[in-house]
């Protein structure tokens, strides 16, 4: 598994100062003690690699938590070291642009959606092709992906899992209180779709005027068409099935049945939560004694199968960084660590473990039923991702939150539920944003 690693290792400047067999990890079968309770001990003949990392949160633990199992293996195997740069998340671009400029340090930020393909026309980020061998069979299961973010026969956004899973958070009491079907198990039987969705909806609030949902609705209905808006860069908006989302929101809307107060947790009495699943962890410790499950966006009418909403996990390299051997380490620790038998475990753990505070208050955690399903969401099902929220803020930003300062994105995805406009009308304003963006957009080859 690791030998084209070897190999590349042997091509940079890095491998020179670091010896070689140091920066080999151990055979999973050599590990008799998880990797995270271990101590990072660094070999006193290789030299400790360290990367600067911009971010709002740190990749070091905090007090009371474990390190990661990727981040105990960069330390402990790599001899690697992370030092964290705060970075405010709204101005991420600005200050990553100004460390470039001014020689600060930075080597390393994590990917969003909102990253590529701008952030590599805009000079923030380089390729990782020199420091990763794609060929190696670690990476199988995601060229795919790793295509998808190829600028000019490059890859600068190498994905080692999903994360950020859009799904519908809901309390099986409630279903059961209310007489309603377990969603889940509609989605084990291919019975999960928007009909059932919408028909759950309205049983639940002839029993209990009111919302029965909120989040972020709109994205996941749009995506479980499977359609991207920018699918190849090029424009998708007249797409039949696009359309039929955006009238399946009016209908919701129509009806009552959302709510756009934004809430941090599933509510009590709100049927469905449309929020990424960290937003499960949150929901399972402010309400330990809900029954909480999470499933995919139901079916849309004419797709063949269910599609999962979301983003990829990766790191990225920032442009001037003499580092890039060591993020691609880090890199490397981290598909390990989601794919990699010896080290899945310790990684479920890690979830099921969950956070706590400093004062010892659980923060968030996972249930094993959970953990197994979403697991299997991101092996079973397409993800959906699309180029135009990595197309700069007019396709993708909320500028002042009007609808008059939303990119195009933001439009398709709320502004019939959350600013009253209709169908038509977004469609005649968003096309010639989107042609116009296109027409001026470098292609990605």
Same mark, same amino acid.
């Given at each position: 598994?690791?030998?084209?690693?070897?190999?590349?290792?042997?091509?940079?400047?890095?491998?020179?100062?670091?010896?070689? &067999?140091?920066?080999?990890?151990?055979?999973?079968?050599?590990?008799?003690?998880?990797?995270?309770?271990?101590?990072?001990?660094?070999?006193?003949?290789?030299?400790?690699?360290?990367?600067?990392?911009?971010?709002?949160? &740190?990749?070091?633990?905090?007090?009371?938590?474990?390190?990661?199992?990727?981040?105990?293996?960069?330390?402990?195997?790599?001899?690697?070291?992370?030092?964290?740069?705060?970075?405010?998340?709204?101005?991420?671009?600005?200050?990553?642009?100004?460390?470039?400029?001014?020689?600060?340090?930075?080597?390393?930020?994590?990917?969003?959606?909102?990253?590529?393909?701008?952030?590599?026309?805009?000079?923030?980020?380089?390729?990782?092709?020199?420091?990763?061998?794609?060929?190696?069979?670690?990476?199988?299961?995601?060229?795919?992906?790793?295509?998808?973010?190829?600028?000019?026969?490059?890859?600068?956004?190498?994905?080692?899992?999903?994360?950020?899973?859009?799904?519908?958070?809901?309390?099986?009491?409630?279903?059961?209180?209310?007489?309603?079907?377990?969603?889940?198990?509609?989605?084990?039987?291919?019975?999960?779709?928007?009909?059932?969705?919408?028909?759950?909806?309205?049983?639940?609030?002839?029993?209990?005027?009111?919302?029965?949902?909120?989040?972020?609705?709109?994205?996941?209905?749009?995506?479980?068409?499977?359609?991207?808006?920018?699918?190849?860069?090029?424009?998708?908006?007249?797409?039949?099935?696009?359309?039929?989302?955006?009238?399946?929101?009016?209908?919701?809307?129509?009806?009552?049945?959302?709510?756009?107060?934004?809430?941090?947790?599933?509510?009590?009495?709100?049927?469905?939560?449309?929020?990424?699943?960290?937003?499960?962890?949150?929901?399972?410790?402010?309400?330990?004694?809900?029954?909480?499950?999470?499933?995919?966006?139901?079916?849309?009418?004419?797709?063949?199968?269910?599609?999962?909403?979301?983003?990829?996990?990766?790191?990225?390299?920032?442009?001037?960084?003499?580092?890039?051997?060591?993020?691609?380490?880090?890199?490397?620790?981290?598909?390990?660590?989601?794919?990699?038998?010896?080290?899945?475990?310790?990684?479920?753990?890690?979830?099921?473990?969950?956070?706590?505070?400093?004062?010892?208050?659980?923060?968030?955690?996972?249930?094993?039923?959970?953990?197994?399903?979403?697991?299997?969401?991101?092996?079973?099902?397409?993800?959906?991702?699309?180029?135009?929220?990595?197309?700069?803020?007019?396709?993708?930003?909320?500028?002042?939150?009007?609808?008059?300062?939303?990119?195009?994105?933001?439009?398709?995805?709320?502004?019939?539920?959350?600013?009253?406009?209709?169908?038509?009308?977004?469609?005649?304003?968003?096309?010639?944003?989107?042609?116009?963006?296109?027409?001026?957009?470098?292609?990605?080859?």
């Amino acid at each position: 598994m690791l030998t084209g690693f070897m190999s590349l290792l042997c091509m940079t400047a890095c491998a020179k100062e670091i010896p070689q &067999d140091s920066l080999i990890p151990e055979s999973p079968e050599s590990q008799t003690e998880p990797i995270a309770e271990a101590e990072a001990e660094p070999d006193s003949a290789g030299t400790v690699e360290e990367i600067y990392w911009l971010s709002d949160y &740190d990749l070091n633990p905090i007090q009371g938590q474990q390190r990661s199992t990727a981040l105990a293996l960069f330390e402990d195997q790599y001899h690697g070291k992370i030092t964290w740069i705060w970075c405010d998340p709204e101005l991420k671009s600005e200050t990553l642009t100004s460390r470039i400029q001014s020689g600060e340090p930075v080597d390393m930020v994590s990917y969003d959606m909102t990253d590529f393909p701008v952030g590599v026309l805009e000079n923030q980020y380089q390729p990782l092709d020199a420091y990763l061998d794609l060929t190696d069979p670690i990476w199988n299961d995601m060229q795919g992906a790793i295509e998808n973010y190829a600028y000019q026969g490059e890859h600068y956004v190498i994905p080692y899992a999903t994360e950020n899973n859009l799904l519908l958070i809901y309390d099986r009491n409630l279903c059961q209180e209310n007489s309603l079907a377990d969603p889940y198990a509609l989605y084990q039987s291919g019975e999960w779709t928007w009909d059932t969705f919408q028909k759950m909806m309205q049983e639940f609030v002839a029993k209990n005027p009111g919302y029965c949902i909120s989040g972020n609705i709109g994205r996941g209905i749009l995506q479980s068409t499977g359609v991207k808006i920018l699918g190849g860069y090029e424009n998708h908006l007249n797409d039949p099935a696009v359309a039929a989302a955006e009238n399946f929101l009016q209908e919701i809307s129509d009806a009552e049945l959302y709510t756009p107060e934004f809430y941090s947790n599933a509510q009590e009495n709100i049927l469905f939560y449309a929020m990424e699943d960290w937003a499960l962890d949150r929901s399972n410790a402010m309400n330990p004694d809900a029954d909480y499950m999470a499933v995919p966006f139901p079916k849309a009418p004419d797709a063949e199968q269910y599609y999962l909403s979301g983003t990829h996990e990766a790191k990225m390299l920032v442009k001037n960084s003499t580092k890039g051997n060591a993020v691609a380490a880090y890199i490397y620790c981290e598909r390990l660590a989601h794919t990699d038998p010896a080290y899945q475990e310790s990684t479920k753990q890690n979830a099921l473990t969950g956070q706590t505070s400093a004062a010892g208050q659980v923060l968030s955690y996972r249930t094993e039923e959970q953990y197994n399903a979403i697991r299997s969401y991101q092996t079973d099902l397409e993800l959906i991702t699309d180029p135009g929220y990595g197309m700069g803020s007019i396709l993708y930003g909320n500028g002042e939150y009007t609808y008059e300062t939303k990119g195009v994105m933001n439009r398709l995805e709320e502004s019939i539920l959350k600013d009253q406009k209709t169908w038509e009308k977004i469609l005649a304003d968003c096309q010639p944003l989107l042609d116009t963006a296109l027409e001026n957009y470098d292609k990605v080859s």
